[in-house]
């Protein structure tokens, strides 16, 4: 780290920098659609089903997205190729995929795709899975479509020897509808979009980065300042960082450990980095006054994450949420409620946690469970449970105990005709399908937060989910994302 960087986080009290400009797979935001889509895009790759193809504008995440893939599959021996260079065309970029796979090229393509097949021949028959990946695909000429094209056409009869992901903004999907290619448009088995984040996304990502930064309560972005911020950057992450890391300069005149972010600042941030252009208003404040207990409900929102660093975000959030009454007057009902809600929450600060909406019925059934921290949210629900399966169970791509509970449990419902190998493959998605179809969920085969869930009360006590369970409200915006 340099050491402008160095004093600039001790200032403010931070440990790592929350907003930087790079991809940063370390503190991944990590929501239910996201993790889905990441769960899907690895099994394709690993089961050799095709190419996945990864669109989105600038600064939605795509690298990161990218990395967390990758890292996902590097255990399991996958040779990986990866191409950012996509001004090389044709024979150039066929040369530097060879080159990436450790082969010297032979300057001539056609001896060149010999010699790849040759390597990728070998890699098969020792059960290695070979992966290509071209990031800024959008640049690639037809030509350069093409030759990927032949190289989906490498294969044994049964199996794609070369898997493919190509990762570009959305003009890569225009350019993929031309028909001169539309062969290498069928073998397209997985589409994964990345858009940007909504308004109240906005809110839980600046939580959630703060939180994974070190900031504890000491910095807070405020109700209206989020929604500024949504404004300003129009949901994209990258114009969230450029917009916030200026936002953290503004900081330096307020107290430590009372720093407020307000709507002032976002606008004076956002017209710095250019996000907005500068206009002529009347001065406001840096810091507006705000309910703690308002900014609190924004800073729990953010552990719908279930990322690495959940324990984390648990006790930052909790230090934050203070009861309302204490800026507002409100009423002590509501004081005892909010001090439950924390005070529950706290049970989970040392485990990873999950936090969602939920349904009415769904509330029903959790009211007074000891495992689960219930809380009225305006017209619906909001619950949150410690987390033991996770989704990085099915991930592996090798033999996991807890997958293999999991199918000792499908299996005894008749639900799972397998070998209990604990790896997720094909038998174990249709099996996870038909338990979702069961439980009234989206049969994805996906391992999203509500499967885990009633998969883990399951394993704890089989008795007491039925057919009939009602489902979190999640679920069902889940398997549609």
């Known amino acids: 780290m340099n050491p402008a960087l160095a004093r600039h986080l001790q200032t403010l009290g931070l440990e790592r920098a929350p907003f930087p400009p790079t991809p940063d797979a370390a ?3 990590q929501t239910p659609q996201l993790e889905r889509e990441l769960v899907e895009a690895a099994h394709a790759l690993r089961t050799r089903a ?4 990864l669109t989105g504008e600038v600064g939605t995440g795509k690298s990161t997205f990218l990395r967390r893939l990758l890292h996902s599959l590097e255990s399991e021996g996958v040779a990986v190729s990866l191409v950012f260079n996509t001004f090389l065309q044709g024979a150039d970029l066929l040369a530097a995929v060879l080159r990436d796979f450790g082969l010297e090229p032979l300057g001539n393509p056609a001896a060149d795709i010999e010699r790849l097949n040759r390597f990728l021949v070998e890699r098969w028959q020792k059960q290695a899975t070979c992966v290509l ?11 350069s479509l093409e030759l990927l094209r032949l190289l989906t056409g490498l294969e044994t009869g049964q199996e794609k020897l070369l898997q493919i992901v190509l990762s570009g903004q959305p003009e890569l999907r225009e350019a ?10 069928s073998r397209i088995c997985k589409h994964v979009r990345l858009e940007p ?5 906005v809110g839980r990502y600046v939580a959630f980065r703060l939180a994974a930064s070190g900031a504890g309560d000491g ?3 405020e109700p209206d300042a989020a929604a500024e911020l949504h404004r300003a950057s129009g949901g994209n992450p990258r114009r969230i960082h450029l917009v916030m890391d200026r936002c953290l300069y503004g900081l330096y005149a307020q107290p430590a450990g009372r720093r407020r972010i307000g709507a002032g600042l976002v606008r004076a941030a956002a017209a710095e980095a250019g996000a907005l252009p500068a206009r002529r208003r009347k001065p406001l404040p840096l810091a507006a006054v705000a309910s703690i207990g308002v900014v609190a409900c924004l800073v729990l929102a953010g552990l719908a994450l279930r990322s690495p660093d959940s324990r984390a975000e648990i006790a930052a959030a909790t230090a934050t949420a203070t009861p309302a009454s204490a800026s507002t007057g409100a009423a002590p009902a509501t004081d005892a409620i909010a001090a439950h809600w924390q005070a529950c929450l706290q049970r989970f600060a040392h485990d990873q946690a999950h936090l969602q909406p939920v349904s009415e019925a769904w509330a029903q059934r959790l009211q007074g469970r000891d495992d689960v921290c219930l809380r009225r949210e305006g017209d619906g629900w909001t619950a949150a449970w410690p987390v033991t399966l996770r989704a990085e169970h099915f991930l592996t791509g090798g033999q996991d105990a807890r997958v ?9 419902d008749g639900l799972y005709d397998g070998e209990l190998d604990g790896r997720y493959g094909p038998r174990t998605r249709q099996a996870l399908a038909r338990f979702q179809a069961d439980q009234g969920l989206p049969a994805t085969g996906a391992p999203d937060p509500a499967t885990l869930w009633l998969l883990e009360l399951r394993l704890s006590a089989p008795a007491t989910i039925s057919a009939s369970s009602p489902t979190p409200t999640e679920s069902t915006h889940h398997g549609h994302g």
Do not use: C, K, S
Request: glycine share 4%; charged share 20%; net charge negative.
């Open 27 to 29: 503190a991944y935001f």
């Open 50 to 53: 095709g190419f996945v193809l």
């Open 133 to 143: 990946v071209i990031d800024d695909a959008q640049n690639l000429t037809v030509e």
């Open 176 to 185: 993929l509808d031309q028909p001169r290619i539309r062969q290498l448009t």
């Open 197 to 201: 984040m909504d308004a109240a996304q």
């Open 219 to 221: 910095i807070v972005l």
């Open 404 to 412: 293999r509970e999991v199918q000792a449990l499908l299996l005894g």
